[in-house]
């Protein structure tokens, strides 16, 4: 998957700083690897949409649906460095 893995990991990252917990869980291997391959609307309470969607489109669970770039996700990352701060 090469650097969509890594986009990945920074939408991990992400979700856990906003929402307070991470994307996944499981009791097992099996378990968090089923959960990281569904494909769901995870919710962040409080987030922009502009970043709760970016934060999704990361954690696509097929990397070729994850964002082609590194300078497309900076793109989308840069309306929120200067957006409200979270409530």
Not at 19 to 38: T, V
Not at 50 to 66: F, I, K, N
């Amino acid at each position: 998957a090469g650097f969509r893995s890594d986009l990945y990991g920074l939408g991990a990252i992400l979700y856990s700083l906003l929402a307070g917990r991470p994307p996944a869980s499981g009791d097992s291997i099996d378990e968090l690897i089923r959960a990281k391959r569904q494909d769901f609307d995870l919710p962040i309470p409080g987030a922009p949409d502009q970043l709760a969607d970016l934060v999704r489109w990361l954690l696509s669970p097929d990397p070729a649906d994850r964002p082609g770039s590194y300078r497309l996700v900076f793109t989308c990352l840069a309306p929120a460095a200067v957006a409200e701060p979270l409530r």
